[in-house]
Each structure stands twice: as structure tokens, then as C-alpha cells.
């Protein structure tokens, strides 16, 4: 039996005695591509940090391959929707990319450590940028540095927090095309509250506002989302990729 | 004089390594916290009679896992928690010195500080406390680092973070002790953020940084001490002056070469 890359059952909390999420289940098998999308404050990023291990279920389970999540922290990688960092933090690229092959206490890195930095930098287009300051990078740039950090660890599963909050949309296609090549061997989990970026590019979305409204194909989930946002579609997503979505509704 | 010389360099290579933590996780505050409260455990070493600085050690450790426990724990704003926690050591230093029978001598010096007083005994203390802040560090050099830098990502990737954060708010801890006899607990964050914060603008690098401070902490804190030997102004005083004097010049040749 293949497992899932993630289970949730049952998943309540609350935070500050707000509820946040409230009976969420959810499956997500291996290999796929889910996008979980809702509104600000919907409980999005909650149920990213539950699936994280960052957070403890009040009610219901979380597995990340039939694990605690905290114990299967091997299997995933993650890009943070901000890291809040000064200018003149003393790391580099290569330091900050080489965080994501941490072996535990007292454990040096490895040449092959130093490689699979060097590769993965490769792969995300920032080869040649690896002495460099983080300070000096542009916002695209460290989005990239912090998405090579998730990937050096070869994750199983990979878990995306509004990844494109402070991307041009040059950089959004070419990130989007690079998630098309790493959903063929792993697991990707995208949280936004942008649908439009979304809708042409996942298989899979999750809409969720303290409850899991959907849970499906992107084509079946027009009418769900304006409910939850409570607008027309068009309104929502009217943005980076407004035509797409006008299309679609035609 | 000689003691006040090593006392000097002793207290640099404490400030300068992990101040350059406290400027780059910026922990300044809960930092300043951890120094003033240390001065509880000076009291407590007058009313056990025993060395104040080495009271200080076991207390000043306690009040950093306190300080970490109310950031990490607690629901209650953290600078109003370090406040707390910051006036309470101090609160509880000066019950136990009232409770002591007699006059507490030096008592003044460990609040602002006298280079000129430090016992060998004390000198000893502070190579020991040195030595092991600089073995600290060696061994969890890459945690530090990540912690610093991103503290939940180093939870993401299987650091215990939380365990590490309190290592590193024990160093501060080891650091103040180092520093009590030099500049008291009211200047100590002073030396721990000065050579630190002016390093930065020079180097990018962590390990130059820590270097760089360790070194002009020893400048400094020995050139306030001449001046203070000059001008006869108390030493710890002037020594953070002099510290703060040459901030100013740096940031100043910063913006403008």
C-alpha cells in the first residue's frame, strides 16, 4: 500500500481562543500537487505549520507519511512566506542553501553537502551567486535562495508558503516551471491566497476558511471559492493572470 | 594594574564573540535583561558569603532559562515579561545585601563596574568562563548560525531550536559574569553590543566578525581604561564612553568615505 504524503483527520485549533480550523480532512497522496488557497486569516499558513510539526493538533491527527510530522522532518522541505533577516547578516548564498543539509547536533557538512548546495544553486539559476551576500540579493533572488534551502535536502515533500509574495512575474513562470519538473518526484503542498496565479498550474486545490470547503480538481472549484470569498471570481483573481481566469469563465 | 590589563583582554574575547551573536539574532534586549538581573546573584554572594561573581554564575544562568522560558512559554508580551524579570534581579540583589549584617564592600563596583579592583581569583573565573563560551561556540558554531539567521527553519530541518536558543542566552549569561567586575551589570550591555555593532559594517563574514570584535574590544576596553588612569574618572563609565565614542566614529566613516 502506498502511503500518503499527507493524512489529516478530524484537525481542529485554535489559537488565542479564535477558532482556526475546525474538522479538516484532508489526503494528500504522494506525488501530487495541491494548492490550499483561501482567504487571509482562513487558517492556511496554520495548517502548513501543523503539517510542518511547527504546531500541535488540539483535536484530530496529522501524518506526513504515516509519521508524527515531527519525525518525519527528513522527508521535507520548506519555503517560508517571509524570512525576516538584516542587511548585513555575516552568511552568504552558499551558507544559508547549506542550513537545509543540517545533520543534527555536532554534525559537520559534508563535502557532499557542499555539492548538493552547489547543484541545487544550479538548478534554481543562481550558479555564480553562491560567495554572495544575502543582503545583496534582489527579493527574487532570495525567494530562490530560500527555495534551493527547501530542495538541498532532496525533500519528499515539498511545502510552499505564498511563494510568490515577493516575485516579478518573469520569475513567477520560471518558478512555475520548475515545480512542473519537481512534481515528477516529489510531493508539493502550495498555500496562497492568490487563485489566479494557481488555477493553471496545479492539479489539485484545497480551499479552505477554518473548514475545508473543497477538495478536489481545479475545474470543479469556481463556484466553492466565490463562495468562501465571497465575491465573483474575477474579483479574486484579478491580478497577475486576470485574462485566464475570465477565459475560464466565458 | 597588571590584573586590570588581563582583566581587559579576558572580557574582550567574551564580548566580542558572543556579542556578535546578540547584534545578529538581536537579543539586545532580553540580553540587558539577563546583565541586571545577574546582580541578584551578587547579592545572593554577600549573603552566603561567599565570591559575589561566583553566585552570580548558577543565578545568572537561572534568570536566562527564566527569560527564554517567558519568551518561548509564556503568552505575555516578551519585553514586558524581560522588564519583569529585569527588575525582579535586581529587586531580589538588594534584599539579599539588606539582609546581610554589615557594610557589603565593593558593592558600587558591581554595579558600575571597577577594572582596577579585579582579584586574581576573579581573574581565574573569567578564563574559565572564557574558555567555556569559546568551546560553546566551537561545538555549536552551524546551530548558532541557524538560529540566528532563521530560527523556524532550524526547527524545519530537525534542529532542537528551542534547546539551542537557551544555549545561546546561557553564553550571554556566561558573558555577563565575565564582564560584572569590568563595567557592573547596569554597562554590560554596552560591551556586548558596541564592538559587535561596529564589526558588522566591516566584514561579512561571522568568524572575521567575531574576530574583529575580540580585538577591538581588547582596544578599546584597554584605551578607556589609560583614559580613565588619566583623567581619574571611573573606569567602567569610561570605558563604555569611549566604546560609544568610537561607534560614532565609525558609523560616521561609513556613511561618509
Known amino acids: 500500500m502506498v502511503t500518503d504524503a499527507v493524512k489529516i483527520e478530524d484537525l481542529s485549533f485554535h489559537y488565542h481562543k479564535r477558532k482556526v480550523l475546525e474538522e479538516v480532512n484532508l489526503r494528500v497522496p504522494h506525488k501530487s500537487f495541491l494548492a490550499i488557497i483561501g482567504p487571509n486569516g482562513g487558517g492556511k499558513s496554520t495548517l502548513l505549520r501543523m503539517i510542518l510539526g511547527l504546531l500541535t493538533p488540539e483535536e484530530g491527527k496529522v501524518e506526513v507519511f504515516g509519521r508524527d510530522p515531527r519525525k518525519a522532518r527528513e522527508y521535507m522541505g520548506y519555503l517560508p512566506q517571509h524570512v525576516s533577516f538584516l542587511h548585513d547578516f555575516p552568511i552568504n548564498v552558499e551558507d544559508t542553501v547549506l542550513t537545509g543539509r543540517y545533520h543534527g547536533l555536532f554534525s559537520n557538512y559534508t563535502p557532499g553537502d557542499r555539492e548538493a548546495v552547489h547543484q541545487t544553486l544550479e538548478m534554481v539559476d543562481l550558479d555564480g551567486l553562491a560567495d554572495r551576500q544575502m543582503g545583496q540579493l534582489s527579493g527574487g533572488q532570495v525567494q530562490r535562495v530560500f527555495l534551493a534551502r527547501a530542495l538541498v535536502r532532496r525533500p519528499k515533500l515539498l511545502l510552499l508558503d505564498e511563494p510568490m509574495a515577493s516575485v516579478d512575474p518573469q520569475m513567477q513562470y520560471s518558478f512555475y516551471q520548475l515545480l512542473e519538473e519537481l512534481k515528477k518526484k516529489m510531493s508539493i503542498i502550495l498555500v496562497t491566497h492568490d487563485v489566479g496565479a494557481v488555477f493553471d498550474q496545479v492539479e489539485d486545490i484545497a480551499c479552505l476558511n477554518q473548514r475545508l470547503y473543497y477538495h478536489g480538481q481545479v475545474e470543479g472549484a469556481g463556484e466553492v471559492i466565490e463562495k468562501m470569498y465571497g465575491c465573483p471570481l474575477e474579483i479574486i483573481t484579478h491580478g497577475a493572470t486576470p485574462h485566464r481566469m475570465l477565459k475560464r469563465h466565458e | ?257
Open chain 2, 1 to 257: 594594574m597588571q590584573n586590570a590589563f588581563l582583566a581587559a583582554i579576558l572580557v574582550s574575547v567574551a564580548c566580542g564573540v558572543v556579542g556578535c551573536y546578540v547584534v545578529i539574532k538581536r537579543i539586545v534586549f532580553i540580553s540587558g535583561g539577563i546583565s541586571h538581573s545577574a546582580f541578584g546573584g551578587v547579592g545572593l554572594g554577600y549573603f552566603l558569603g561567599v565570591n559575589p561573581l561566583l553566585a552570580a554564575v548558577p543565578f545568572t544562568l537561572l534568570a536566562a532559562a527564566g527569560m527564554g522560558l517567558v519568551k518561548k512559554r509564556m503568552e505575555v508580551p516578551e519585553d514586558t515579561a524581560i522588564g519583569i524579570l529585569w527588575s525582579v534581579g535586581m529587586a531580589l540583589g538588594i534584599i539579599f545585601v539588606n539582609l546581610t549584617p554589615g557594610y557589603a564592600p565593593d558593592l558600587i563596583s558591581y554595579l558600575f563596574g571597577n577594572i582596577l579592583t579585579v582579584p586574581t581569583t576573579d581573574l581565574y573565573l573569567m578564563l574559565l568562563l572564557d574558555a567555556v563560551i569559546l568551546v560553546m561556540v566551537y561545538l555549536l558554531r552551524r546551530e548558532f548560525l541557524a538560529l540566528s539567521f532563521d530560527e523556524e527553519f532550524s526547527t524545519v530541518v530537525g534542529m532542537p531550536s528551542e534547546a539551542v536558543y537557551y544555549l545561546l542566552l546561557a553564553l550571554v549569561a556566561l558573558s555577563v559574569v565575565v564582564l560584572i567586575k569590568v563595567v557592573g551589570v547596569i554597562l554590560i550591555i554596552a560591551l556586548l553590543t558596541i564592538p559587535a555593532a561596529i564589526t558588522r559594517e566591516y566584514t561579512n563574514n561571522l568568524n572575521q566578525m567575531m574576530v574583529l570584535s575580540v580585538v577591538l574590544g581588547a582596544v578599546l576596553t584597554t584605551g578607556g581604561l589609560v583614559l580613565s588612569y588619566i583623567f581619574n574618572l571611573a573606569s567602567g563609565a569610561t570605558i563604555v564612553l569611549f566604546m560609544a565614542l568610537a561607534f560614532l566614529l565609525s558609523s560616521f566613516i561609513r556613511r561618509y568615505t
